[in-house]
């Protein structure tokens, strides 16, 4: 089973930056970070299609312009580069893996396969 181990949370100010990674133990077709804020559901965040040669991202409104992923195949590893960082941002992010056929579009929660522990990110004002 696809292994996948998050890293690089923490606590940084309004308007900082955070670059989070995660290392999946072989490659998946798509891979993607989600975060969950207290009393909320797990949202998507962005999506990467690792298996094709463009690597095409998808990023939801909310963080367009802030956010960037990307992906490094030789390690099987994808990053998240969080910029100009607010108080929303606030919550667990958590890194997914998924084997469907599928090449575009932003896929949700259910169609991941495999989750890692997630990263704590906090925001402070």
């Known amino acids: 089973q696809l292994q996948l181990v998050e890293s690089g949370g923490g606590s940084v100010q309004t308007g900082g930056s955070l670059r989070l990674s995660c290392a999946a133990s072989q490659q998946s077709r798509y891979m993607g970070w989600f975060r969950q804020a207290p009393v909320t559901e797990r949202a998507g965040v962005a999506t990467i299609y690792t298996s094709t040669s463009s690597g095409s991202t998808y990023y939801a409104d909310s963080v367009k312009g802030r956010f960037t992923i990307s992906q490094d195949n030789a390690q099987n590893t994808i990053y998240l580069q969080m910029n100009s960082l607010i108080s929303e941002d606030t919550a667990m992010y958590y890194c997914?893996?998924?084997?469907?056929?599928?090449?575009?579009?932003?896929?949700?929660?259910?169609?991941?396969?495999?989750w890692g522990q997630g990263t704590q990110v906090t925001i402070s004002s």
């Open positions: 997914a893996a998924g084997r469907r056929y599928i090449y575009h579009g932003f896929p949700p929660a259910a169609y991941y396969d495999s």
